[in-house]
């Protein structure tokens, strides 16, 4: 292995080496696919520490049977120093043991790597537009928001460490009628900041408790000039203005949570600058839109449905019920029209998009990912999208539902939150389960101190890391690589674990799923903790050993480097790594 090429890494190359050798020695045809051949570990540890499906991907089209394939990579792969035995399983799979030098040299790797172990260049530098949150500027930040949020800034984080260029975006929903009646509610609050009797907040409008600082804004800056003015001379300077005051609360409580965007779009600029007719244009190009009379709704009858012509998008093409409206009758945009002209906007700058949705929007992924195929493609290749669906989280407190917030006035709020149990907790807990799986969330249960709360183990994990360094520096012992013969098979197994980081990283950042880190996180956890549990039970595994110095030096920097994976883990996941608790 070079000194920046992780073992994965490594083997995938050794494995290159030898099909390009079969190859040369005329064994294998020239130009075989081998994109889906993989590296990685058996799922039964007993069967070795590699394994590959080289011989089962290739044998097909290579016209050979996949152990004959399998027979001639073994006699290839046993020839490299690291590799002590190969054995061919089942149909053809190939399982290989790794020598004891090998793993103690990818342990030296964690230690010279650092904080850039399992770092990729994977992405080789293309642009993917990470699009999350976009909440309507309507009010703070809420739960709801919450996950889509977290799990959108983990993955650009991860996408960024796996080699890509990220644009982290949030698209601000401020053409549409809930901003108007933003701008209808901020009125209220205005006049009753310049003490007009408002008495309740008529319904309809936003009751929120804050939009009063917004009120008093208005009343400082406008004085009584709008109090009793027609709607038509205030409703678009107050939209804007309480826009602009929502999306100031909106980053601050982002920020909170240590989530920072570099793009606002705006989708009034969009409209404004004709996005949405650039976007129609297109599709007309390809004969997906057309001007079409939709079918009555179920239920309407001949008197109380009137048949007008729109411009119609062929989404029935794409496995939809009907075609989809991409403006209305009165010639505004539908929100799926609005919608593709984003995304067409979005791709101009970008080699890939991802869109981070709640789960209630599930209804209308086929629709976009189809018109965006059509928009955004070049040369018959379209840009690559995908949309990750996100559930919603149950809050709970001790089991039972928790009440909602007097300041937002019907949600409870991602500060209030954040406020109580902390960022770290919030953001790991986010995505300790798949996102299109339920979660709840119990205040009481995140901050528990038990290795039934994932947060707590891996970060205790870490912590212990560091008690033990300094337990062992007051004893006059410090981590060094000199003797890491002297580690045994048990110590070697969190080496082997903790060796997997890497591809654990590719393959998330490659199913855009950071979770996948989180599991991993607790997985190394798990088996730290079960070693120096090994400890109380024998006392000549613990990591400290008065009576053998070299060994206990082993074994610190083995800890050492278990530490700094999971360091490095967490702060993919945006959570700091604690190191007393």
């Given at each position: 292995?070079?000194d920046?090429?992780?073992l994965?890494?490594?083997?995938?190359g050794?494995?290159?080496?030898?099909?390009?050798a079969?190859?040369?020695?005329?064994?294998?045809?020239g130009?075989l696919?081998?994109?889906a051949?993989?590296v990685?570990?058996?799922?039964?540890?007993?069967?070795?520490?590699?394994s590959?499906?080289?011989?089962?991907?290739?044998?097909?089209p290579a016209?050979?049977?996949?152990?004959?394939?399998?027979?001639?990579?073994?006699?290839?792969?046993?020839?490299?120093?690291?590799v002590?035995s190969?054995?061919?399983?089942?149909p053809?799979?190939?399982?290989?043991?790794?020598s004891?030098?090998?793993?103690?040299?990818?342990?030296?790797?964690?230690a010279?790597l650092?904080a850039?172990?399992?770092?990729?260049?994977?992405?080789?530098?293309?642009?993917?537009?990470v699009?999350?949150?976009?909440?309507?500027?309507?009010?703070?930040?809420?739960?709801?928001?919450?996950r889509?949020?977290?799990?959108?800034?983990?993955?650009?984080?991860?996408?960024?460490?796996a080699g890509?260029?990220?644009?982290?975006?949030?698209?601000?929903?401020?053409?549409?009628a809930?901003?108007?009646?933003?701008?209808?509610?901020?009125h209220?609050r205005?006049?009753?900041?310049?003490?007009?009797d408002?008495?309740?907040?008529?319904?309809?409008?936003?009751?929120?408790?804050?939009?009063i600082?917004?009120?008093?804004?208005?009343?400082?800056?406008?004085?009584?000039?709008?109090a009793?003015?027609p709607?038509?001379e205030?409703?678009?300077?107050?939209?804007?203005?309480?826009v602009?005051?929502?999306l100031?609360?909106?980053?601050?409580?982002?920020?909170?949570?240590?989530?920072?965007?570099?793009?606002f779009?705006?989708?009034a600029e969009?409209?404004?600058?004709?996005?949405?007719?650039?976007?129609e244009?297109?599709?007309?190009?390809?004969?997906?839109?057309?001007?079409?009379?939709?079918e009555?709704?179920?239920?309407?009858?001949l008197?109380?449905?009137?048949?007008?012509?729109?411009?119609?998008?062929?989404?029935?093409?794409?496995?939809d019920?009907?075609?989809?409206?991409?403006?209305?009758?009165?010639?505004?945009?539908?929100?799926?029209?609005a919608d593709?002209?984003?995304?067409?906007q979005?791709?101009?700058?970008a080699?890939?998009?991802?869109?981070?949705?709640?789960?209630?929007h599930?209804?209308?992924?086929?629709?976009?990912?189809?018109?965006?195929?059509?928009?955004?493609?070049a040369?018959g290749?379209?840009?690559?999208f995908e949309?990750k669906?996100?559930?919603?989280?149950?809050?709970?407190?001790?089991?039972?539902p928790?009440?909602?917030?007097k300041?937002?006035?019907?949600?409870?709020?991602?500060?209030?939150?954040?406020?109580?149990?902390?960022?770290?907790?919030?953001?790991?807990?986010?995505?300790?389960r798949?996102?299109?799986a339920?979660m709840?969330?119990?205040?009481?249960?995140?901050?528990?101190?038990s290795?039934?709360?994932?947060?707590?183990?891996?970060?205790?994990?870490?912590?212990?890391v560091?008690?033990?360094?300094?337990?062992?520096?007051?004893?006059g012992?410090?981590?060094?690589?000199?003797?890491?013969?002297?580690?045994?098979?048990?110590?070697?197994?969190?080496?082997?674990?903790?060796?997997?980081?890497p591809?654990?990283v590719?393959?998330?950042a490659a199913?855009?799923?950071?979770?996948r880190?989180?599991?991993?996180?607790?997985?190394?956890?798990a088996?730290?903790?079960?070693?120096?549990?090994l400890?109380?039970?024998?006392v000549?595994?613990?990591?400290?050993?008065a009576?053998?110095?070299?060994?206990?030096s082993?074994?610190?920097?083995?800890?050492?480097?278990?530490?700094?994976?999971?360091?490095?883990g967490?702060?993919?996941?945006g959570?700091e790594?604690?190191?007393?608790?």
């Open positions: 292995m070079s920046n090429q992780t994965y890494a490594a083997f995938a050794h494995l290159n080496a030898a099909l390009d079969l190859e040369a020695a005329g064994t294998l045809p130009g696919k081998r994109s051949i993989t990685e570990p058996p799922r039964d540890s007993s069967h070795g520490d590699l590959t499906n080289a011989a089962m991907v290739l044998s097909k016209g050979m049977k996949p152990r004959d394939l399998a027979d001639a990579l073994v006699a290839e792969l046993t020839k490299l120093d690291a002590t190969a054995e061919i399983a089942g053809g799979f190939i399982n290989l043991r790794l004891p030098a090998t793993w103690l040299t990818e342990l030296r790797a964690i010279a650092g850039d172990y399992g770092r990729s260049t994977m992405g080789g530098g293309s642009t993917v537009n699009e999350y949150v976009s909440a309507n500027p309507t009010g703070p930040m809420h739960m709801g928001h919450c889509g949020a977290v799990v959108g800034d983990a993955l650009a984080t991860l996408l960024e460490f890509h260029k990220v644009i982290k975006e949030y698209y601000v929903n401020d053409a549409g809930q901003v108007q009646v933003l701008g209808r509610s901020a209220v205005y006049r009753e900041a310049l003490g007009h408002v008495g309740a907040i008529p319904e309809g409008l936003y009751p929120g408790e804050y939009l600082p917004v009120g008093q804004q208005l009343a400082a800056e406008f004085g009584d000039k709008y009793e003015a709607e038509s205030w409703l678009t300077l107050f939209r804007e203005k309480a602009a005051a929502m100031v609360m909106i980053k601050e409580d982002l920020a909170l949570l240590g989530i920072h965007h570099d793009l779009s705006s989708e969009l409209q404004a600058s004709g996005k949405p007719d650039e976007a244009a297109w599709l007309r190009s390809k004969g997906l839109v057309y001007d079409g009379v939709l009555a709704p179920k239920g309407k009858t008197e109380d449905w009137e048949a007008v012509e729109l411009p119609l998008f062929k989404s029935t093409q794409f496995g019920d009907q075609d989809r409206p991409i403006k209305k009758s009165d010639g505004t945009w539908t929100y799926f029209g593709l002209a984003y995304h067409f979005k791709a101009q700058s080699d890939a998009l991802v869109d981070i949705w709640g789960a209630d599930a209804g209308t992924v086929k629709r976009i990912k189809a018109a965006v195929a059509a928009m955004t493609g040369d290749e379209p840009t690559p949309i669906l996100v559930q919603m989280v149950q809050l709970l407190r001790d089991g039972e928790v009440k909602m917030s300041r937002s006035g019907n949600f409870v709020t991602l500060a209030e939150v954040v406020t109580e149990v902390g960022k770290d907790v919030v953001r790991f807990t986010m995505l300790t798949k996102p299109e339920q709840d969330f119990d205040f009481a249960k995140v901050v528990e101190a290795k039934d709360n994932p947060v707590f183990y891996v970060q205790y994990a870490n912590a212990r560091h008690s033990t360094m300094r337990k062992a520096e007051g004893e012992f410090s981590p060094g690589a000199g003797h890491l013969e002297l580690l045994g098979e048990e110590e070697l197994e969190l080496v082997k674990l903790a060796a997997q980081f591809r654990i590719e393959a998330a199913a855009r799923e950071p979770h880190i989180a599991f991993f996180l607790g997985d190394i956890a088996a730290f903790h079960g070693y120096w549990n400890g109380n039970d024998r000549e595994k613990r990591f400290i050993n009576e053998d110095g070299n060994l206990t082993a074994r610190l920097f083995l800890a050492t480097q278990i530490g700094q994976i999971i360091r490095n967490l702060a993919l996941l959570v790594a604690v190191e007393e608790m």
